[in-house]
């Protein structure tokens, strides 16, 4: 599985961005996830999402902000950012899984390379 992120940027608070995550290979039974770094800190996870079932799975600090979907034809899977915050100020990374809709960044085997998203204050 390849996995290319993109559509980062700078967005002041209180934007919205949408990152996409186009998957390519063997992607029929997984599961796409989103994390993110800041500098300094853990890779944190965000969201992640059933490529089959579409059923999906938040980590709190996000519920109610962002919001992941997928489009199976396109083989993409999105994460929408609302009311953004400097504190979500990080690089995004999409990673994809055969094991389960999990937070555990050790489970995902297949990493892209990332997206900066800048929020300023």
């Known amino acids: 599985v390849q996995l290319q992120a993109s559509g980062g940027g700078l967005v002041q608070a209180g934007g919205s961005l949408r990152l996409s995550c186009a998957a390519s290979?063997?992607?029929?039974?997984?599961?796409v996830g989103w994390f993110r770094q800041a500098p300094g800190k853990e890779r944190e996870f965000i969201a992640s999402?059933?490529?089959?079932?579409?059923?999906?799975y938040y980590a709190d600090s996000v519920k109610g902000r962002f919001t992941i979907s997928r489009d199976n034809v396109k083989n993409t899977v999105y994460l929408q950012m609302n009311s953004l915050e400097p504190e979500d100020t990080a690089v995004y990374y999409c990673a994809a899984t055969t094991y389960w809709l999990t937070s555990d960044h050790s489970k995902y085997n297949y990493w892209g390379q990332g997206t900066q998203v800048t929020v300023s204050s």
């Open positions: 290979g063997r992607t029929f039974s997984i599961y």
């Open positions: 999402i059933s490529r089959s079932s579409g059923r999906t």
